[in-house]
């Protein structure tokens, strides 16, 4: 029988309650599919193993999961460890050497899920946002001079190669095709930022060359907010630089009800690492330890996972399963104004699944 080997990683918080959940649901599914199963080793890497060695994973940690068939990933983050450690000593030192450079966020309405939009129903919000995952923004780059006194200075710069761009929106056009309205929004600041937008304009037009069959448009990023609350139905895959991306798809998230059901997959397109799979949502240590963790975030993060691996039936049978977990309101964890827990929801998820035909 196929074995699909998958680096767990629960991290912080919630994270740790999440990917049980979800590692007790994938388990259930591959007995109920019959033709795979799944061998998990999980790493105990996060803000705990910090605190005891100095480090978020230890040194060899990227060479023990990179013949993984894929991560998955629950969340970092600590009261008592600063953001730029958890970040970039775990999440970030994961993705970028595994040039995990596509962050995908499907973003829908779940039956039974109330978007605070309320003159919106679920079909006509139906979203894949499309991050850069590697550069922009987020590269890193800057420094601060004079700190502390009156002359300081801190820079950050947004770094943007013609190959990152050009992937990036050419992974972003292969998905829009491969989805029914082949529709899709390229967002930038074109207009502000004179040199790296200006670049994504004209790399998105000469992309578009090789996909005829798709119909595009541009967007600056402000009006795009006040577009994806005024006039949803007119978006399908929308593609965005590191930032706004990031921006873009927690607006999204909340219109679709909640941080908690929200997915993410940071994709290696080529396959020459895994791929990483998490819920949206941070380690939330304000619930920590409530079991009542919403894991619909992370059940449909497996659902990305599945389909990576070539699984799609049974990433179908998944999502059956969580659309009609969530249409009950009585499954609703209290981050969708229930008063369900983690383990019920969970419960309810493996149920269904067992009972789908
Ligand atoms: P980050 O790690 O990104 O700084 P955070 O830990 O502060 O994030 P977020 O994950 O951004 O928290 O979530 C904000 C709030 O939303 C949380 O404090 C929590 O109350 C709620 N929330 C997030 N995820 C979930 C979830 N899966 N279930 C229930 N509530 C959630």
């Known amino acids: ?10 991290g912080d918080g919630i994270g740790k309650e999440v990917i049980a959940a979800g590692i007790e649901v994938l388990d259930v599914l591959a007995e109920r599919e019959g033709r795979f199963r799944f061998a998990f080793d999980r790493f105990d890497w996060g803000s705990d193993y910090y605190k005891k060695h100095g ?12 013949d993984h068939d894929a991560i998955f990933f629950g969340a970092v983050g600590a009261p008592d460890v600063p953001d730029h450690i958890t970040l970039w000593g775990l999440r970030l030192a994961i993705c970028q050497p595994f040039d995990q ?4 966020r499907p973003t829908r309405i779940l039956p039974g899920i109330t978007s605070p939009l309320r003159h919106v129903s679920g079909p006509e919000l139906d979203w894949v946002i499309v991050r850069e995952n590697s550069e922009g923004e987020y590269a890193g780059v800057g420094g601060r001079v004079h700190q502390g006194h009156a002359n300081e200075v801190a820079t950050d710069v947004s770094m943007m190669t013609r190959s990152g761009v050009d992937r990036i929106i050419r992974y972003a056009f292969a998905l829009a095709r491969s989805r029914p309205r082949k529709l899709l929004t390229v967002v930038t600041k074109s207009n502000a930022q004179r040199h790296a937008m200006v670049m994504w304009d004209e790399i998105a037009a000469e ?39 990031d921006i873009l798809s927690d607006l999204a998230a909340a219109l679709a009800g909640s941080l908690g059901i929200a997915p993410t997959a940071n994709i290696n ?8 799979f998490e819920p949206i949502h941070g380690s939330a240590f304000d619930i920590t330890g409530k079991g009542i963790a919403n894991p ?46 983690t383990r019920a929801v969970t419960d309810a998820v493996i149920a269904a699944i067992r009972g789908d035909n």
């Open 1 to 10: 029988m196929k074995q699909y080997r998958i680096a767990a990683i629960p």
């Open 55 to 66: 480090v978020m994973m230890p040194a060899d940690g990227r060479e023990k999961i990179k």
């Open 101 to 104: 450079y596509a962050n995908v």
């Open 207 to 245: 992309v578009a060359q090789d996909f005829p069959d798709v119909t595009w448009d541009k967007m600056l990023v402000d009006a795009m907010t006040m577009r994806m609350v005024g006039k949803p139905e007119t978006l399908d895959t929308i593609v965005a630089t590191n930032l706004h991306a």
């Open 269 to 276: 397109p080529e396959r020459r690492f895994p791929s990483m």
């Open 296 to 341: 619909v975030g992370t059940f449909w993060t497996a659902c990305q996972m599945l389909e990576h691996l070539g699984e799609k039936p049974a990433a179908d049978r998944l999502m059956r399963a969580v659309e009609r977990v969530t249409a009950d309101p009585a499954l609703h964890t209290p981050d969708l104004g229930g008063t369900a827990t």
